[in-house]
């Protein structure tokens, strides 16, 4: 669906609806030729919720391409990088990481920012 530039523009640049839901839907849906920066994002949400039929269909996909009844390969481990590999999964997390994780995680979204 493809309205007039002019009406795209005026909704999008309409401060009072900007940044609410309906202004991100329609950003998402409705500027599919006029906004090149954009096109990838239009193309990816769209086809992202078309990706689960591929991930319903993967091990139909997967023997097509390499014959009815094969398996993945096996991956092989020395038992010194296994072990390497577990010890490091048991240890906890370095608390200054996980300290800057939470600031990070406590910031304003963009979204949340009046929008002056």
């Known amino acids: 669906m493809d309205f007039p530039v002019f009406i795209n523009k005026f909704v999008i640049g309409f401060k009072p609806i900007q940044r609410t839901t309906f202004w991100f839907w329609f950003?998402?849906?409705?500027?599919?030729?006029?906004?090149?920066?954009?096109?990838?994002?239009?193309?990816d949400f769209?086809?992202?919720l078309n990706q689960g039929i591929l991930d319903m269909n993967y091990k139909w996909a997967f023997e097509t391409y390499w014959g009815?009844?094969?398996?993945?390969?096996?991956?092989?481990v020395s038992q010194e990088d296994y072990d390497a590999l577990q010890k490091r999964l048991a240890e906890p997390p370095d608390p200054a990481i996980m300290e800057r994780f939470r600031e990070i995680l406590n910031r304003k979204a963009p979204w949340d920012e009046p929008n002056d």
């Not at 950003?27 to 193309?43: A, E, F, G, K, Q």
């Not at 009815?68 to 092989?76: N, S």
């Open 46 to 48: 769209w086809n992202s």
């Open 27 to 43: 950003r998402l849906v409705n500027h599919s030729n006029w906004r090149m920066d954009d096109n990838i994002r239009y193309w």
């Open 68 to 76: 009815k009844g094969a398996k993945p390969e096996p991956i092989y």
